[in-house]
């Protein structure tokens, strides 16, 4: 059986295409402004690739903020559950997912089977997500990409208290001024996001082995902050961005 | 009212204008600017003689009602109503007891009149008439499936609150009463296919009662009770019919949010268990602190002993700037499915 899911976050829009329990490839493009042809735009580049016919996939999943907007759809799933679903199908002995997405972070804990017993969103604003970093990257004039790799140079991490991301834009930017180094404010701002993460996984009360997804697990500056404040060395897959399509894909199968 | 027909945000910001700041109650803050511009729906309420005001709640309405009585030049009493943590000790019962002698004082000076110690009597007996029926009302959706929701509930709740101790409030319910029981024998839900059953914590978020109510219907989900509606109901145990004076100061002193966390827990235990509860949906709301404050505390509890999921929204009873749509739908959904797929669908 072959499935697909696709995942439309509020930054980029994934895709995944699983054949019986297998992953046959995925793919990453900008949501931008129009999720709708986001959505097809993805699916359709992915079957290309993958010498596929649309007439080929049984089923399709959609999750992510956009998910109602994908119209040929079987089904919509929230991401908790396709991010659960997709750890466990890349890591069966996982046990705690984080997620940390444009504009939302997660903590999930999953039983043997990737059924989610419990999950914590983060509440109030967007601060400790994945718009946080950008709004961040773009203040210091770092690529997204380069922000990890920039962080391992720090030797004293600055302090950002502010958890309001227009405010803590503001904190970095009187920093700067104050002549402090990039990678101490980098990794500052990691540390930041990593403490908001570490009382949401307190909450729900993660368990090892924890899985780290969502494009921030791309940043290793990041994941080696949290890291630090967990206590537990998280895995990243490479496949941690489309983990949430993976999952969709996967639930897409077990549909009726 | 100003909540449910949207015009808390208006109201608020010209709260905020007169230099209250946002973090103060949205009650307050409707309440505070509508008397300066006869807003809401109905255009403001009438010029105050007197106000009173009771802590029990919280101590926000202490400043409050001391602004409204500057603003209107009335005479205000304060009720002072000790926090409970456990139980209710004695020195609390005479402390309460005693300001009511001056509540009574107070209002003789005010209206210039005597008390009518038969007319309490009466108006005492239809205020717990009242919320005896109330609670009758509420006690229905403890059926399969319930006759009405939690959002019935909120509206229906006007009569308690507002008109308690007449007889208007008794004609309502026990209309309200028959007919609900109708519902049951009928086998009538509020939702058209109630198959989870969840409870409500927390003042409703006014302005969206209907798209939650939708929201939570499309997943075949019926709030069939909450800790809001029952709390007006709520301590009449410690009503006796004979003797209200004494028994008044007990009443209002152990009100929900007067009393600690492990005793609220207790109480929604309690419901979880009346009701047949699949998950609870707490409202975590930014204006109200007392009622707000103890909810992980709670969540973490109920986890324990009963094992079912909650989820906390975060949101304003009236403020609707606190409410963001994509964010709350994500996190219903995403509870809904875990119901679900506990509930093995
Ligand atoms: S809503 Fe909460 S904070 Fe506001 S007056 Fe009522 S109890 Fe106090």
Known sequence: MITAGID???????????????????????????????????????LQELHLQPSAIQKTVATGYGRNSVKFADKTLTEIICHAAGAHFLNPPVRSIIDIGGQDSKAIVVDVNGNVGNFVMNDKCAAGTGRFLEVMARALEVDLEN???????????????SLCTVFAESEVISLIAKGENRAN???????????????????????????????????????????????????????????????????????? | MIGASKMGVGLCETAEGMGYSPDLCSYARSDIACATVNGGPIGGLPRPDMLVCCNNICGTVLKWYEVQARYFKVPLFILDTPF??????????????????????????????KMDNNRLKEVGKLSLEGQRLWQAVLNTTANRPAPMSAFDAFFHLALIVTLRGTRDVIDYY????????????????AIPNEKY???????????????????????DACLVADTYTSAWCGTMKYIDENNFFD?????????????????????????????????????????????????????????????IPSLMIEADMVDERSFAESQVETRIDAFMEVIKQRKGR
């Open chain 2, 197 to 219: 059953r969840l409870l409500w914590d927390n003042i409703p978020i006014w302005p969206r009662t209907r798209w939650l109510s939708q929201k939570f219907a499309s997943h």
């Open chain 1, 8 to 46: 439309i976050g509020s930054i980029s829009t994934k895709a995944a295409v699983i054949a019986d329990s297998k992953l046959l490839g995925a793919k990453v493009i900008f949501t931008g402004y129009n999720a709708e042809q986001a959505g097809k735009t993805v699916y359709e580049d992915l």
């Open chain 1, 147 to 161: 922000l990890g790799d920039l962080s391992l140079q720090a030797d004293h991490p600055s302090k950002i208290s």
């Open chain 1, 185 to 256: 404010i980098i990794a500052g701002i990691h540390e930041s996001i990593a403490s908001r993460v570490f009382s949401m996984a307190n909450r729900v009360g993660i368990v090892p082995p924890v899985v780290m997804t969502g494009g921030v697990a791309k940043n290793i500056g990041f994941v080696k902050a949290l890291e630090k404040k967990l206590g537990i060395t998280p895995t990243v897959s490479k496949y941690a961005q489309v983990n949430g399509a993976i999952g969709a894909a996967d639930l897409a199968a077990g549909l009726k």
């Open chain 2, 247 to 307: 028994s008044m100061a007990e009443a209002y002193t152990r009100i929900y949010l007067n009393i600690g966390i492990d005793e609220m827990a207790k109480q929604v235990l309690e419901m979880i268990d009346k009701y047949q509860i699949d998950g609870i949906v707490m409202h975590s709301n930014r204006s109200c602190k007392p009622y707000s404050i103890g909810q992980y505390d709670i969540q973490k509890i109920i986890e324990k002993e009963r094992g």
């Open chain 2, 174 to 189: 026990s209309q309200l009463l028959i007919k609900m029981k109708d519902r049951v024998a009928r086998g009538k839900g």
């Open chain 2, 84 to 113: 409970c943590h456990v139980g209710f000790a004695d020195e609390a019962k005479r402390y309460v007891r005693r300001q009511l002698d001056e509540y009574i004082l107070f209002l003789e000076k005010t209206c210039g009149r």
